[in-house]
């Protein structure tokens, strides 16, 4: 069974850390991506949503962070099940492919991953910002600007990407 991690980067300006809400293990922060079968290369066309609290293809809220799916191109079931304790916050000294997630996967990988909304920013003067990383249909990949206690803030160029992971 293959394991991927999750590598996310982003633009910081004047934001001193960058991180799902409670943590990089948070337990209600949502991972949108597509799947793609390992057996018969079909890929979804809709972004699934897995997280530590909603196993997807079920319809119910759940304490799993098993995700399961059937491939609509050959019928095979797939398992995804995310793997905490290996997650980094971005940081203003290292915020390109830090680490986010690690998913164990049997039959379907992620693909195209989608930032979202449930992210927590500090920035360089201290102040913490909840926000929305979302994108539109086009990138899927939002940003944040504004001015906080005076200062410009950014967050841009987000991108995510799944790379095979060895423990």
Excluded at 44 to 55: A, I, Y
Excluded at 59 to 68: A, E, F, I
Aim: charged share 20%; net charge negative; aromatic share 8%.
């Amino acid at each position: 069974m293959p394991r991927v991690m999750l590598l996310v980067s982003a633009n910081l300006t004047n934001i001193e850390l960058l991180q799902p809400q409670d943590g990089t293990d948070d337990g209600n922060i949502n991972y949108f991506f597509r799947l793609h079968c390992e057996g018969c290369g079909w890929k979804t066309k809709d972004r699934v949503v897995v997280s530590f609290n909603v196993q997807e293809g079920q319809g119910r809220r759940d304490s799993s962070n098993l995700h399961r799916n059937v491939c609509q191109g050959c019928g095979r079931v797939g398992r995804i099940t995310l793997i905490p304790g290996y997650g980094t916050p971005l940081t203003e000294h290292n915020s390109h492919e830090v680490r986010l997630m690690v998913f164990d996967c049997n039959g379907l990988l992620p693909t195209d991953y989608s930032f979202n909304g449930g992210w927590l920013a500090k920035t360089t003067s201290g102040t913490e910002i909840h926000i929305d990383l979302s994108g539109n249909e086009e990138d899927n990949n939002g940003e944040y600007m504004g001015i906080v206690d005076g200062m410009e803030v950014a967050i841009t160029d987000l991108e995510g990407k799944f790379v095979p992971f060895e423990v």
